[in-house]
């Protein structure tokens, strides 16, 4: 049941955006930025807070480790790896001076990637040079350094399987939680409407309009109308559109420590190619990953743990991160990303009038901000608002 003033005031927009992650409120945030208050904009999220990878990740503001960029090259053009670095890049540089530094609780303390003896890791160290002629006419610096032999020793890493350590001279970190909330603030401020709750249960494209099903436990079925409509619920996208190809969910696995006196390391840390990360947060190790051990355990949206990439957390925290060093975990979560067969997002129309903006291969944090802008560019052409 729904009153004439619902209808008039609260149920028909200009500009829907399905989900308030990263991606959502930057797209909501870009409209306003370019239509101002001549436009109503409604974001829609299912939960109290956003719940997929938005206020789940590690924090890392991260373009691409040295064997993550080598492992590209095998399968991408040297212009397209280039591409790839340069968005993230541009799209950390728009999150910093969108919500600013303090309000994100950015810092730079360092980037590093930990090359083990399993690794050809004389070889990676000739590598560095290549690369960083590569990335430079887009970064203007060289990306990678590598440390001296010493800083295995001083960061007290097992010196035993640890044998090489390179510094990403572009990456810091962020605060996670401070980051959303300076997100939801800008957007309130900006005029965009926020609910919460609505489990969006489908969608129609009528040419003219679009309308939203939201089912509601206390009216039931309550219908929304927009102009346009932003579908950017990266992994569960599929809920709502079930043909989409190359989208497959990956869950991260993520435990933190309780404070660890006199920590040894500060800054951000990956090794195995990037599926494990580590970072020191107020005392504490915040370590996540091994998604690789169980590729096919992780392809889902349920937040559940998945004991066997736990127990290695806390096995390598043991032998390789903090070596004859007691700590206890504190609390462990995970968080649901998306990936494909491409590392680019899928920004496109999905009819005249929905858009998608989805699919952040793990690297939301990067090039969320510049995917909702890419998103707001497609909703705002040919359109008569």
């Given at each position: 049941?729904?009153?004439f ?7 028909n ?20 930025e370019?239509?101002?208050?001549g436009?109503?904009v ?21 373009i ?21 670095v ?30 083990s ?51 990403n ?50 009216a ?20 709502l ?16 420590t ?86 680019k ?41």
């Amino acid at each position: 049941m729904t009153s004439f003033w619902e209808k008039e005031s609260f149920l028909n927009y200009d500009y829907i955006i399905i989900g308030s992650g990263i991606v959502g409120l930057s797209t909501a945030i870009s409209i306003k930025e370019s239509k101002g208050d001549g436009a109503s904009v409604l974001v829609m999220e299912r939960e109290i807070i956003p719940t997929g990878a938005s206020t789940k990740n590690a924090g890392f503001a991260c373009i691409g480790s040295l064997t993550e960029i080598l492992d590209d090259l095998k399968t991408m053009s040297e212009k397209e790896v280039v591409e790839l670095v340069k968005t993230r890049l541009d799209g950390l540089r728009l999150l910093r001076k969108r919500l600013g530094d303090d309000n994100i609780g950015y810092k730079e303390n360092g980037s590093y990637e930990l090359i083990s003896k399993d690794q050809p890791y004389k070889e990676l160290a000739n590598k560095v040079d290549e690369i960083n002629a590569l990335l430079y006419p887009v970064l203007e610096c060289n990306a990678f350094t590598i440390c001296p032999q010493e800083e295995i020793d001083r960061r007290q890493f097992d010196r035993d399987h640890i044998k090489l350590i390179i510094k990403n001279n572009l990456e810091g970190e962020i605060h996670t939680g401070k980051m959303m909330k300076s997100y939801l603030a800008l957007a309130n401020k900006m005029g965009v409407e926020i609910k919460n709750g609505c489990d969006v249960s489908s969608f129609k494209d009528y040419n003219t309009h679009v309308e939203i099903e939201i089912q509601n436990k206390a009216a039931g079925k309550q219908l929304f109308t927009c102009q346009k409509l932003a579908i950017c619920t990266n992994a569960f996208t599929k809920s709502l559109v079930p043909d989409i190809e190359d989208l497959v969910p990956g869950r991260g696995q993520v435990c933190i420590t309780e404070p660890i006196p006199d920590l040894p390391f500060k800054g951000v840390h990956h090794f195995d190619e990037g599926y494990y990360y580590f970072r020191e947060t107020e005392g504490r190790i915040l370590f996540g990953g091994g998604r690789n051990m169980d590729f096919k355990g992780e392809e889902t949206t349920e937040f559940e743990f998945n004991e066997k990439i736990q127990n290695q957390l806390v096995h390598l925290l043991k032998t390789v991160i903090i070596p004859n060093r007691p700590f206890t975990i504190a609390s462990k979560w995970t968080g649901i990303m998306a990936f494909g067969s491409t590392k680019k997002p899928i920004i496109k129309n999905y009819s005249k009038n929905v858009v998608l903006g989805v699919r952040m291969g793990g690297m939301g944090v990067a090039i969320g901000s510049l995917v909702g802008q890419k998103v707001r560019n497609l909703l705002l052409l040919n359109s008569n608002l």
